[in-house]
């Protein structure tokens, strides 16, 4: 199964940054989201950033996943 996860842009350089999700820091490619910002949410899947979320549908995901792991424990 693959799953990308809504991750917080924190730094951008050029082609590369740094996201954040839950405490856990990534370095990503940005080839595909040149129009992403610092502070905006992103899809990330396998390195690479996939789409700009809407923050209140990132918030949203990430509470969903939240969920499912407390539901599995």
Partial sequence: MCLAI???LLERDE????????????????TLTPQAKTGDYVIVHAGYA?????EA?????????RELGEAGE
């Fill in 57 to 65: 549908e990132a918030l949203r995901t990430l509470e969903l996943f």
């Fill in 50 to 54: 996939l789409e700009v979320l809407d």
């Fill in 15 to 30: 082609q590369r940054g740094t996201v954040e999700s839950g405490g856990a820091k990534r370095d990503v490619m940005l």
């Fill in 6 to 8: 809504p991750m917080k």
